[in-house]
């Protein structure tokens, strides 16, 4: 069974910053595309920022400059950096990786429980 755990949310004011992290856990063989989503309320869920495998990075146009994502394999965790952070960053964030837990077995797609971050004066 894998588990993905976030961490490192919370409340900032505008223009603070945040680390939030995505630790996985359980029988891994190896971890590929990792991407951080947000939701806010009554809104659809988002892609955010993704790294692969090898370490190549996108962002969303709104977070570009401002978050950095990167990853750590020794210990199976990925990062989200906030910084310069705005009220229209409020949201629930989530992690998502695709994970093989054999070298032979399909890779699937597990999701985090979430970590809010709330952006307010």
């Known amino acids: 069974q894998v588990q993905l755990v976030e961490s490192g949310g919370g409340l900032v004011q505008p223009g603070g910053s945040l680390r939030l992290s995505c630790a996985a856990s359980?029988?891994?063989?190896?971890?590929?595309?990792v991407g951080w989503y947000r939701q806010a309320p009554g809104k659809q869920r988002e892609l955010v920022a993704a790294?692969?495998?090898?370490?190549?990075?996108n962002y969303t146009d709104s977070v570009k400059g401002r978050f950095t994502i990167s990853r750590d394999n020794a210990k199976n965790t990925v990062y989200l950096q906030l910084n310069r952070l705005k009220p229209e960053d409020t949201a629930v964030y989530y992690c998502?990786?695709?994970?093989?837990?054999?070298?032979?077995?399909?890779?699937?797609?597990?999701w985090g429980q979430g970590t809010q971050v709330t952006v307010s004066s």
């Open positions: 998502n990786a695709i994970v093989r837990v054999t070298a032979w077995g399909h890779p699937y797609n597990y």
């Open positions: 359980g029988s891994i063989f190896s971890i590929g595309d």
């Open positions: 790294i692969t495998s090898g370490g190549s990075t």
